[in-house]
């Protein structure tokens, strides 16, 4: 039972806020993920995947981490696959490591899609790459801890309505947001950022450790 960290192959830079996200969790590794491991200090209980992307030279207590193995003609994502044993094991929170960025747009957009869907199921998801972190917003209202200044954006899965922002630079108050409207895009947060929503499905994307220009 608990909060179960999947470890994912997209980006992902180590930061105090990560390490206390991801203290105390269980974790399973998916594939080429695995590569985060020993950034973190973190040695998965379960690696899952078709291992088409097993990064070289893994020291021996990675290599060694029991496996569940999965053929490459497979119809889910190595990501799903291990989001499927965590909650097999019971999972009832998950922090999704590595979820943005990598060399698949596709599978990115599938990891903030699932975490919607994952929460609707009533588990609680961070999607997180250290830099910037994403997390479901559904019918109701949720608040956040975000320093004054962290740039944030609303994005909708769906049309929305309700949808009320407050503690922000650009507050919101019961607004209707067409799909595909960049009106919720490159906010800030200004005091107690709050967020609520009426009707519909979207993801609140913030950037509490922005990366330096490159």
Request: glycine letters at 10%; charged letters at 20%; aromatic letters at 8%.
């Given at each position: 039972m608990g909060t179960f960290t999947i470890l994912l192959g997209g980006d992902l830079v180590r930061t105090p806020r990560l390490d206390s996200q991801l203290a105390g969790a269980r974790v399973i590794a998916a594939d080429g993920g695995i590569g985060h491991a020993r950034m973190?200090?973190?040695?998965?209980?379960?690696?899952?995947?078709?291992?088409?992307?097993?990064?070289?030279?893994?020291p021996h207590d990675l290599a060694a981490v029991p496996r569940q193995v999965f053929s490459a003609e497979k119809d889910k994502t190595d990501g799903e696959l291990a989001i499927a044993a965590a909650l097999e094991r019971g999972a009832t929170g998950l922090v999704l490591a590595g979820a943005f960025g990598g060399k698949r747009a596709?599978?990115?957009?599938l990891h903030l899609a699932l975490a919607?869907?994952?929460?609707?199921?009533?588990?609680?998801?961070?999607l997180t790459s250290g830099a910037q972190e994403g997390i479901p917003l559904l019918p109701g209202k949720a608040g956040f801890d975000y320093a004054d200044g962290t740039l944030f954006s609303v994005l909708g899965f769906s049309d929305l309505s309700g949808l009320s922002v407050t503690g922000a630079k650009w507050p919101l108050d019961h607004v209707e947001v067409a799909f595909g409207s960049s009106l919720t895009i490159s906010n800030e947060v200004k005091g107690?950022?709050?967020?609520?929503?009426?009707?519909?499905?979207?993801?609140?994307?913030?950037?509490?450790?922005p990366l330096p220009e490159s």
């Open positions: 973190l200090g973190l040695t998965p209980e379960l690696w899952v995947g078709d291992f088409d992307s097993v990064p070289a030279d893994l596709d599978h990115a957009f919607v869907r994952l929460a609707e199921a009533g588990i609680s998801v961070l107690r950022l709050e967020v609520a929503l009426g009707h519909g499905r979207a993801l609140l994307l913030a950037h509490p450790y």
